[in-house]
Every structure is written in structure tokens, then in C-alpha cells.
Nanobody
């Protein structure tokens, strides 16, 4: 098991930027694929981005391509989500998650989750 804690959320105007961080503790961090998900009020949790254990391979949801960048620092046991050109529809609680094995966009395949951090984008 790995324990995850997100930080960096907040209130930002449309067009602005935020950088989310996720700190891991516990098992060897580099064993895990790291994902970012979000959940808006009244909606299901959805995939945002993921990054391979090495950091070489990344995948993004179509609605964030070109605006968000996922990265990781295995030595620091950290994962980041740089969010630029934010839109009001990006407002949600953002979660980092970890899984072993192959990559996935499916919520149900991640078995380690942080508590989430709120991102609010005003128009």
C-alpha cells in the first residue's frame, strides 16, 4: 500500500494556472503508475492523466490535452499536475491515485487514493 496526499488546489480565474502535487509514502513509489482524476459535483469521477513508473509515458484525457502536464519525481516520491489555461468546467476535486501493473484510465483499477484537493475556476 502507498499513502497519498494531494496539495496545491485553490481558487483561480479562468485562464490561470495551478500546480497540484501528490506526496507518496509507504511502498516503493517507482513500483506504481500514478494517475490524476477529478470529480465535479453531481458527476462521476473521471480520468485526467496518468504517468508510467519511469515517467517516460504519459496519457491525457482529451479535454485536458495541451493544457495539463503530468510529471513525477521518484526520488522525492512526488507526482505533479501542472494545469494551465484553466476553464470554469475544470472545477472539481482532484485526486491522485496509484496502481501497480499495467496502465489504466479506469477508476476501479486504482486501489490507492488521496483525499483530494479542491480546484475552483471562476469565470
Amino acid at each position: 500500500q502507498v499513502h497519498l496526499v494531494e496539495s496545491g488546489g485553490g481558487l483561480v480565474q479562468a485562464g490561470g494556472s495551478l500546480r497540484l502535487s501528490c506526496t507518496a509514502s509507504g511502498r516503493t513509489f517507482s513500483d506504481y503508475i500514478m494517475g490524476w482524476f477529478r470529480q465535479a459535483p453531481g458527476k462521476e469521477r473521471e480520468f485526467v492523466a496518468r504517468i508510467s513508473w519511469s515517467g517516460v509515458t504519459t496519457y491525457y484525457a482529451d479535454f485536458v490535452k495541451g493544457r495539463f502536464t503530468v510529471s513525477r519525481d521518484n526520488a522525492k516520491k512526488m507526482t505533479y499536475l501542472q494545469m494551465n489555461s484553466l476553464k470554469p468546467e475544470d472545477t472539481a476535486v482532484y485526486y491522485c491515485a496509484a496502481k501497480t501493473g499495467g496502465g489504466s484510465r479506469l477508476v476501479r483499477e486504482y486501489d490507492n487514493w488521496g483525499q483530494g484537493t479542491q480546484v475552483t475556476v471562476s469565470s
